[in-house]
Structure formats: C-alpha cells, structure tokens
C-alpha cells in the first residue's frame, strides 16, 4: 500500500500561519510571557541549586523550546511538590506545567501524552523483612509520601492494607521515613537512588506498583493551546529532543524511558467532499470529518494526524492493517467483514450529472431500458447501483476522471456520485447538470480495527455527544455542503 500521506507535521510551528501562531500564544500566555511551573523535586523533571535558586532539568529545556516555537518569553515557576502545582491550577501562577498523569488531577489541567515514563517503587530501610512490592501491601506497614503525588494518588486507589503516612514535599517526606521509622517510602525509582545512599543497609525493591508517564500540561479552558501542546510533545520525541535532553542531564534508561509516539492515526477519503475539504496549498483540512476527528483526539488525549487516502479500498486497508487507528469511511454490509462500523453520523446523498439539454429530470428516468451509467464500483454510490439498478446498464469506472470522459464523448447518459462532488463538478462545466432529486443516502461512519471494542465504544459515545450538540450540523454548514448532506439522526 502506498506510504500514508501526512497532513499534519512533525513540526508544530509550522502547522499555523504567523496570526495563529499569535492566537495561540495569547491562550497558552495571556500575560505575554509563558510561566512554565517546575516541579524541582522530581530529578527526572529539574533540580534547583541549593545556592542560586537556579532550575536546570528537561522540563526546563522543554518549556523554553515550547516558548521558542511560540516566539514569547519563557518564566520558570519553582514548585516543590507536584501536588502543590495542581492545588495552584486556578490560580493563574502558571501556563504550563510538568508532572505525572493521573485522572484525578484531569478536573483541573489538560494533558499532553507522556514524554518519559518512570517506576514507582519503594525503599526499604535495613534489615526490612519486606522482599517484593507485594509484601508492602499488608496490615502494620506505614508508607511515607508525598501530598498528591502521582504515586500518592496511585496507592490511595489501590491499597488495601498497608497504611498511607503524607509529608508535604519529598524531603519531608523522606525525614518521616527516618524519624518514624516507617516501613517504606514510595517514589519515583530514580528519586529513591540518591536517598538509598543516605541510609547504609536500605534497599531499593525490585519492580514496581506503578508506571509514572510524565507529561505537559496546561489549566483547563484553553482548547486550542492543549491540542497544539500534545503535538509540540509528540514532535519533541520524534525529533530526537528529548532523548538528548536526557543525555544532557546524565539520566539514562534506568532513570526513564522516552514514551511510545501517542498520535491519533486518523484517514478518510481526499476525493469525498461531505467528509472534508483539504486546501492544496496548506493541508488544512476542514468539515465533518476534521471537526469529529478533533473532537476524539481530545476525548482521547492524543495529537490528531489526520490523513488523506485515495480510495474508499486505501481507507479500509489502513484500517485493517492497523496504519490507521480510525478511518472515515461510508458503511456498507461488504465492507463489515473487514473493519468494525460506529453508528451513521452523517448522510450524503448521491445522484447523478447528465448533458445540460438531457430529457431525464428525476433518479427514476435513470434506470431506463438502453441507458448507460457509470460509477466507481469501489464507492459506495456504485456499490448501491451495482445491485439496484433493474433496467439501466451499469458501467464500472476506475474513476472520476474515466466517468466524466465517457459522460462527454456520448457513451453513458449519466455519471453517479455523491450530490456534494457532482455540484462542484457542474459548477465549473455549465454542460452538465445535477438532477433534483437523490437516488440514495450513503451512511457516512467511522471504521475501527475489527474486534477493538473499547475504541469503538469511544467513538459511539463521542458521536451521539456530537449529535446532541449539532456539532455534525454545524460542520456541515460551516463546509458548505447544506443540501448535499445531513446530520444523521
């Protein structure tokens, strides 16, 4: 299959005109400078100098390149314990932030996908009984950490006997360990090493309870900013950024390891303009299928690539083979044996372009003894035809372009599409017109991987939100293509 055409960019500056570029600086920097919170007690993250208060650390380098790429100035805010950062969420002390995801700081921040991910273990002190991360779980065990910490947040949700002892930042949280002679401390494994060597005889455990993915992220109600921030991530792993960044700070695979690339693979098809419009000068993409694709990478906190395909077969094929997690495609029973269908979002109708001066005015005058009609068999318009019409011949084309030649050399009386691409088509060729009326409404839906059930109920759900919220109707309007193709109920 041929190499999937990326419409977005690796490179997230590149993605806007230098006025969007000024419109999402404005929502990431409302005060003109970019205040990047730093959270210097995680030394994945930053450290600060004790003396000079400096901050040094791969969130620092990120939140500098992020200010670069947006041409504003960049301001580092210290925080000692990530906690205390997402207390600070609604304050406006910060417009950017790095720590470890979890769900229960989500109400407050938007996240990117992870750039790192970490181990949350335990240390234990000398001549602990305690082996293995299970044996930490049981009833008379205390474990010093720090207030709402990822970890923190982590082991409130899933122990069952061991008891939870909060300092409000990791030293203090360490001192507890040692002044109460508590049975272990919980943090990042990485963290743990510098203060194992604190106390001759403790042990690191082996393993983990937890992974800890480290992302950027920003305070709740800036929509635009938070889709741009998990692209800016994702380019700052493909590019090589940010395994340099841990090189230079002398963190190896031991310490983190760079996250998977976390994009939302989306395709639909270029030639069909009820889903979308592509603008052959920039890319952009716009209409239903860019607006719905948004809104899942959003709902599923992942950068949107969005891919344009030729050919319903292509879509289905990235689909299949898992090239695409999501392809935008119209339903069809032939087509389910492949591919998992959500429910119909849109309908766009189909009809046919006849001669300008032909007798036919309505679908039905088509399927007429000694008339010719031609279709792409692939699509779902000719699918249609293939196996409805009763008197007409149908004609197999490989594609638009062999159907309108046909069309005007006289050797078919009409050329079938949906309504949307044949009034662009009559629009700039005044020998032919559009007939009034459709002769099939083609279910427009998204197509998942077969078997993904989760990723298909996702959809589903975003979909009837979509649809509660005309969001699909809006679209439509904004597109241009009212009469052409309708919400689906």
Known sequence: MRKLLLLITLMPALLFAQSSITQLAAEFAPTGTLRAGINHSNPILATRNPQTGELKGIAVDLARELGRHLNVPVTLVPFDAAGKMTDTARANVWDLAFLGIDPARAQEIDYSAAWVELEGTYLVPAGSPLRTIADVDRPGNRISVTTKSAYDLFLTRTLKNAQIVRAPATPESIDLFATQHLEALAAPRTALIPVAARFPGSRILDGHFMTIPQAAAIPKGRPAAARYLRTFIEEMKASGFVADALKRHGLTANDAIIAPAAYLRVTFLAGNPTQGKSDPATGEVTGPVRELADKLADTLNRPLKLTPLNGVPAVLESVKTHQADLGFVAADPSRATEVDFSQVYLLGWASYMVPA??????????????????????????????????????????????????????????????RQRLLQLTAADPRFRVLTDNYFAVKQAIAVPKGDTATLDVVNRVLTEAKASRLIEAAIRRAGLTGAADQAP
């Open 357 to 418: 001066a032909a007798p036919q005015r309505t679908v039905a005058d088509m399927d007429q003894p000694g008339l010719k009609v031609a279709a792409t068999p692939t699509d779902s318009p000719g699918l249609y035809l293939s196996r409805n019409l009763k008197n007409a011949t149908f004609v197999p084309v490989k594609s638009q372009e062999e159907g309108l030649r046909l069309l005007q050399n006289g050797e078919i009386q009409g050329f079938a599409t949906n």
